[in-house]
RNA sequence: GCUCCCUUCGUCUAUCGGUUAGGACGCGAGAUUUUCAUUCUUGAAAGAGGGGUUCGAUUCCCCUAGGGAGCGCCA
């Protein structure tokens, strides 16, 4: 999509509904319409689709915005109410009756859900056609409150020019006539949507493919109000792992869930992004670079499969290529959601944070997750005597033990604790000694952390410090 | 059932009719290495099926099969 095609700058927005959380599905049409807006100096507007006061919920609104913020997508202004703007829709509705654009129908649901049955039985589609889009108003019953209904075309057809999709045809004869108002006087989504885009002067409209056949719909709002229709680009769903739709049962859905399994938003970004859309053959795109390639008219039609271990991978790459210091606050800021968290978050203060971070350059090659630096980090969490894991204490045999002895005795002479003097230390025992460097390391590893995996004990030896390694390799020699 | 959409390695994708069908994740092998990981080298792996159009189809058209979305006084 040009940007030229539009005069101005773009304006688009997220239009998400309150039910829940933020579906990480909804978060990658937000992430498109945020680049879109971001990067071609446009606008990025939030809107709440609250207009079923019986599904509104504020806890979801306020879920829905810090997913928003967590994934580092900023919009223009406040977030906007589409129920507050009810007036105004009530206004367009009266518009349209009045045009003769729309009617009242006075059918009950029970009969319209007869109908459907029936129509269902008989093999023919399921629409559902008021007899009261032709009835005179006269023969309105007064103890029944109608609904709205837009009085759609019948003949021809409607087509949805789709920056994504294409141009894709409805025959009218297959759409009913959308209801845009309620029996209680509220108006529907349907026509909210189309209300409120017209008048937040959206130029483009980036939603997911579920909405294509109410866009040929609203499209005969917009003929109806004789307004301009703005562009639409449809994306397709996102799946789960096994082709069907994500859901509860592939573990995570919201956004959140996908912070506490330790993931970073700009990996998220990245992975999120590459799902439909592409640039040649790049695969870690900075969000620099995202600005100014993305285009709309790059997304592809199918539905793509979500691949954890390829957002792991991209997780690993940019916490490698964090910031220490970021990795900290973001290690740290991720406790209180976790499991066991709060226990650790109680051990930090500054002398731990500086830890941590002195620790960071050696972890973060080995780590995919923020969940994985966390659990990479327990040997500065635990307090002595250490707790061991099966392989550490096999490792801690009589030889290994023996290994301990004589370097707690070197070690305790050394007079520059640094990893390079301590290496040199161990490098020349092991040379003394005929001993492989892996029978030396591992010992000391096993006695340091507890565990057969860690950093380079070297390292840990530096990063925990002179006292408290001494006595953790005392610890096991006696 | 009706309408619409989709279909390239297991997964995400590149290819704007002519390529040894490329890359990435994952997987296999090897190198580096104090463990693990990183890094590097390397291997296996794809055009759903059938018809057309064309000198030539992964690419354009049709059919079939499979998958998905929609068909609410939900959004």
Redesign the pocket.
Known sequence: MTADKTTSAPIVRF???P?GYLHIGGARTALFNWLYARGRGGKFLLRI????R??NNEAAVAAILDGLKWLELDWDGEAVS?FARGDRHRAIADELLARGAAYHCY???SE?EAA?EQ??AE??????LSPWRDRDPKDAPTDI???VRLKAARDGETIVNDHV???????NK?L?DL?IV???G?P???L??VVDDHDMGITQVVR???????TARQTQIYLGMHWTVPEFAHV??I?G?D???LSKRHGAQAVQDYRAMGYLPVALRNYLV?????H??D?IISTEQLLEWFDID?I????????F??L???N??YI?HSSDDELVTRLIDLLPEIEGGTTIDAKIDAAMRAKLVRAMP?MK????TLLELIDGAQFLFSARPIARDEKAEKILDADARATLKALHTRFTAVTEWTSTAL?DEVRSYSEETGA???K???P??AALTGR????????VLDVLGREESLARIADCVT
């Open positions: 239009a998400p509904s039910t689709e609250d207009t079923d019986e599904r589409q059918c009950s649901p319209i459907r129509a269902k093999g023919r589609p399921q629409i559902f409150k109608p609904v999709q294409g141009r894709v045809v409805f025959p297959d009913d209801i309620r029996s209680d509220n529907t989504y349907n909210a949507v997911g493919v579920d909405h294509l056949t109410n397709p769903l799946h792992p082709g069907a739709k590459r799902l439909g859309w592409s040649g053959d695969e790059g592809g039609k199918s539905a793509a499969r979500f691949d271990k390829k792991e991978d991209l690993g790459h490698r050696s090659e080995r780590a995919k290496e492989k460097l892996g030396v390391a591992q000391l590893r057969a995996v860690s950093p380079p004990v070297f390292d």
